[in-house]
Structure formats: C-alpha cells, structure tokens
C-alpha cells in the first residue's frame, strides 16, 4: 500500500502525452475473445484493470504477450467459460466479457462483477439484451449468474439509457450472432466508435458508432489477425487540463483528440483558461489561476460533460471565483469524495444530486483518503493547489485508472512523491 505525499503550490509546466485510454482497452480486450487468431493492440495503458483484464483471459486459456504499450493476445485455445470470481469482482468491467463469451463458448459462469464506490451500477440492461438475443439466464447461489445460449440471434434492441456497458457488451454479442442486430439509444462514446474500428479490422460488418443507432451483422467465426491502435484517453486528458487550471500553469498535452475533450475543454474556457489546439491532437493551457466559477454545469452522456470528470472539475471549481453548481446525472453516488475535500477548506455542500461550490482562493493541506478512481483524481488536484503537505491514502483506486501519476505530475513541476506505507 502507498501513499501520494504532495505539497502544493507549484505551477504545473510542461508537456504530457496521453496515454491509451482505459475504457477503450477493456472492452477492445474483451473483444479479442472473439478471434481464434492472434489480436495485437498498441498504444495499451499500463494499469492495474488492464492487467486484471488480462489475468481472466488467462484465466480463461487465452496466451498473452505483454511488452510495454503492447498486447498479443491469441485466443485461438479457449478452454474455459467461467470467469474466475475474485478477478471478476476486481473490476466492474469484467461484465463485459460476458457478451464474447456467450457469443464464442454458448455459456459462461460469471459473478456480478466489482467496480468503484459510485452508486449502484446494474446489469440489467445487460442482461435483457442478451436474453432478447436468445441467451437463458439463471441466478445461481451468492450472485454468480449462468448464462447459456445454444445460438444467438440478432434483432432490435432499445436501450433505456445509451448504458456504455450494455452497449459494448451488446455488439461483442452480436458479432458471433445470426443475422442483424440494431442498437437503438446506443451510447455515442468515443470508446463505442474505437470498439467499433477495432470490429471491423476482424471482420464485423458494424456501422453507426457515435449515431446513436448501431447495426452490426454477425459472422459466423472469426479467424484473423487485426492490428489495432487503442484511441487516446480523454479523462486522463481532461484530468491533467484540470490540475494544471487549479495551478494557474501552463500545459501541453499531445497524443489527444480535441473533439472528444471538447465539453471538458468548453468549462475550462469558460472558467478563464486560454486553451489552443495545434493540428487536432496537441492542446496548450494557460491557466492565470484567477478562475472564475461556472454557473451550471450537468453531467451526461457523450457529447456531454463527462460524469468521469465532474470529481476533478469540482476540486477546480473550489478554487474558482464564485459559486458553482454541478449536476451529476449518471451515477447517484458520485460525491462522496467532497468530504475530503473539504478536509482541505472547500466550500461544498451536497443538495440530491447537485453540489454547490463556492470557491474560495485558500485550500490547506490535510490527510486525505482516496475511495473511488477519479475521486482520488480530484483530490491530488485538490492537494496540489493546497498551501502545505497533504497526504493521500488509497493511491490503488487511482492507480486503476493513470499510469504513474506521481512521475507525470512530477515531470511537469509539481511536488508529489509516493511513499510505501
Ligand atoms: C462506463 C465507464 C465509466 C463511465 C460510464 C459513464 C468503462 C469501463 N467504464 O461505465 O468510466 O463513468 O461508462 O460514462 O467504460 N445502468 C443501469 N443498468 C445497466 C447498465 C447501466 O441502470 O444495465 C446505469 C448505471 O447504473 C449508470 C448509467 O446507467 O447510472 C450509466 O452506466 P454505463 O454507461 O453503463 O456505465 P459503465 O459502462 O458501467
């Protein structure tokens, strides 16, 4: 177990490059469950989901090579369909090897599967569409679900809420099925659309990511040996934009995709960031660090202000002139890391499902504990624009989502170490 010791105050300066992106990596992962030949993906963070992601597919006979950013994956021998339940319980996208599964074995034996701390996050949508694919599902002792489906078949699904998991996990399923399938209220990520890129280099006949309706026709095996770069990650992106405002610095990010950081990009302007974009993917940030408050800002699905980004606008937002109100629309349980920050000063009160922020321009430092990914992330940002030393504990949950944060941050100017505890 570590701790992030960080003592605040320092502009942030400097040059990042972005990583892959980690809600790309895992469903992309998942898919190579599909192939009987070799799957190589680069650009491929290195983080602790990706490795637990690559543990089950172990777990399940797949052989992988991992050098670097690089992942061979050959899924040619699989040998078995159930997905090992202290692996699943690990990472809540584990969930979406269930649709490659079914699709490849006709049966899998899979946990309800774990995740962060931010609200209830089911399945249902998950699994109705799978059943309207023809799967048979059964609940079987201490949440372990049985999934069998003798064939799947394609046909309309209609989706409550553009879910990004039910949607991922609907188009592995139906890129073994017979005939078409067509998602209608599919979510519009960039991730969908990378999924989607990655499908078609196998082979799927996919169409409509990022429309909102998605048809794929499925093949009966596939056997090929695609090569896929994994896109950019826009909330590692987003997170580091975000730290270098708090800090009234100046950031370039390269390796980036300036649409898909377009909302994110938008609040920053508009709290008084100067923001320049070089040739589509380099970002420069000006931050004077005299910010001014956002009036009203709703998390939602993409296009929209990401829900994964509202922990580290927040921390921002605490440090800006004014007061602020977020909306967290997507998941119920996402404020819970304001406690800590308040811990170092900031002005939040929950009211349902908005916070109100009143910034203020003096955070100080304090012991702080991480207890979600980009919670986690929103106190680093806190800590960092902090008079003082601050600690924060539960450095895992960040771990799951940025590679080394401590030596990107420290590399751009800022005062952060991790100490074994
Ligand atoms: C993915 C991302 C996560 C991000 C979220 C929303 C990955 C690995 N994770 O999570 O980082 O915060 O999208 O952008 O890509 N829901 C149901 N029933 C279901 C499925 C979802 O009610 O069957 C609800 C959820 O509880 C939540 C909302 O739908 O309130 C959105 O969830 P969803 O888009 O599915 O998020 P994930 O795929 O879990």
Known sequence: MSNLIITGGSRLCGIIEVPGAKNSVLPVLAATLLNKGTSILENCPELDDVTTMLEILGALGCSIRRKGSRIEVDASKLAASSIPEELAKKMRSSIIILGSLLAR????????????????????????????MGAQIDGISDGMLRCRAEKLTGCEILLDYPSVGATENIMLAASLAEGETIIQNAAKEPEIDDLQAFLRKMGVKVSGAGTGVIRIQGIHEIKTEPVHRIIPDRIVAGTYLAATAATGGSLVITGVEYDHVGSVLYCLKRCGCRIRNYSGNVIALESSGKLSALDLVRTSPYPGFPTDMQPQLVALLSKCKGTSVVVETVFENRFRYTEQLMKLGADISIQGRAAIIRGTDRLKAAQLEA???????????????????????????????????????????????????
Do not use: F, N, W
């Open 371 to 421: 207890r979600d990914l980009r919670g986690g992330a929103a106190l680093v940002i806190g800590a960092l624009s902090a008079e003082g030393t601050s600690s924060i504990s539960g450095v895992g949950y960040i771990d799951r989502g940025y590679e080394r944060m401590e030596k990107v941050l420290s590399s751009i100017g800022a005062d952060i170490k991790r100490v074994e505890t």
């Open 105 to 132: 074995c006709g049966e899998v034996l899979v946990s309800y599967p774990g995740g962060c701390e931010i609200g209830l996050r089911p399945i249902d949508m998950h699994l109705k569409a799978l059943m309207q």
